[in-house]
């Protein structure tokens, strides 16, 4: 009698009118769905049933009891469902591709610390500096700077990017600090080259824009080498991303130049294919993702430009 699934056979019957075809509709024996009603009516001490014609109709005791018993069962679907898609979602594989530099730094501990939370949940990490190489299908997941629409991708939105001029106290100490574009003609410069992005050949603040020139340059298609090369003082780095340079800057060992002048910023994206962007563990680090990136770039962009003011307008 409290077995709701024996109540729920029983209100298919007389949806039905017909065990025989609510039997078929289970797959069950008629036979054994015949004994089941039985003992309902057996156990509740009523008649539930009653044959009018060919056809099965609900008594008045039926009637009665089946708006209590129905939200009751709806309720055990329910909390059966979220227990099966919960166990689902933080359980799988995720392929997920990025660019190998924001990757090191940024993506693995993040990786590490979702884990930490649904250890269910492996990952397949694939670094290139080429997006298009992870966007063939490769990979469930994959950050880029875009939007790309893609017909076969579902883009979210993350956040701007910050893009920051810097040099080393040495190299300034030794050749100046340049106070506007046109300056960088006579310092030397470290140009990032690498297919993640496009490369601006422009400055830009407060809704001007201007060129830009060098009197020397080094080329690096890595952004984590034309770090490296800025902080030995090899030149001026102009479009150093902020997540890669927010502790140098805080430091001392990277010092942020021409007081708000700056390349245009991008926008990050996260995305996932249609397919698996079906898989709730996919959306589930999606959501989990976008939230932590915008809460670590939105903190360290405040405790730079506290030093700094002007990054505050990029």
Known sequence: MLHLGNWELLFLVL???SIA???DERGLERTRLSRLIAALEKETGVELVE????RLMPTQ???EIRPKVEPLIASLHKSLEDLRRGRSMESGSIRFGAMPGFLQTQVVPL????????PGVSFDVIGDDDPSAFMRGQTDLMLYYGPVNQ?????HWVTHSTFVPCASPLYLKEHGTPLAPDDLSRHAGILYTGKVRPHSQVLEFAGQQKSFGWKSQISFNNILLAKTACLEGCGILLDLPLHHCFREILEGRLIPLLGGWHIPNLDNYIAATKESGRLARVQ?????YIRRRREIEGEQKRRVQERYPFIADY
């Open 61 to 63: 005791a039926a009637l």
């Open 15 to 17: 949806d039905e009118g």
């Open 151 to 155: 017909p076969r991708l579902v883009e």
């Open 284 to 288: 589930l680090f999606i959501d989990w």
């Open 111 to 118: 990786l590490a610390e979702f884990q930490q939370a649904y």
């Open 21 to 23: 075809r609510a039997a």
């Open 51 to 54: 044959r009018i014609g060919r």
